[in-house]
């Protein structure tokens, strides 16, 4: 009888590197058609995505303020391992939804994203890029 490879999962930093594990959110992120920028510092690296919405990884997990307050009025924040970004992308997004509602692009925004390509264009989550202003005659 001879061993069987039945599930293979790629080779992972052994040494919790922020800037990895952040470059692999980010990359899930962008799949999934949200903006991603990545900000990098001494033992953590930063994903911003929308306001209030920045995850932030150590190399061994991913944080993001929930939008939820404790009784004490502190924060609330969401977790992740980063052994499985595309989850974590997946919850970053329903959060990125909220946020988006509850902060909608002002027009100088949406002007200056109508000239961005088409793949650095935000869209939303059913996959539409947002349309284009018409243009003033």
Request: with cysteine; charged share 20%.
């Amino acid at each position: 009888m001879t061993d069987t490879l039945v599930w293979w999962r790629p080779a992972e930093s052994a040494t919790g590197d922020p800037s990895y594990a952040a470059a692999r959110l980010a990359e899930e992120l962008r799949n999934l058609g949200m903006p991603a920028d990545i900000h990098c510092g001494a033992g953590v690296a930063l994903v911003s995505v929308w306001i209030d919405l920045v995850v932030w990884t150590n190399g061994v997990s991913y944080h993001w303020w929930s939008g939820n307050t404790s009784a004490r009025g502190r924060r609330l924040y969401a977790y992740s391992p980063v052994s499985d970004p595309l989850t974590a992308a997946r919850r970053v997004a329903v959060r990125y939804a909220e946020l988006r509602g509850a902060h909608p692009s002002s027009k100088l925004v949406e002007e200056v994203q109508c000239v961005l390509p088409d793949d650095r264009r935000p869209v939303d989550l059913r996959g539409q890029h947002l349309a284009a202003p018409a243009q003033p005659r």
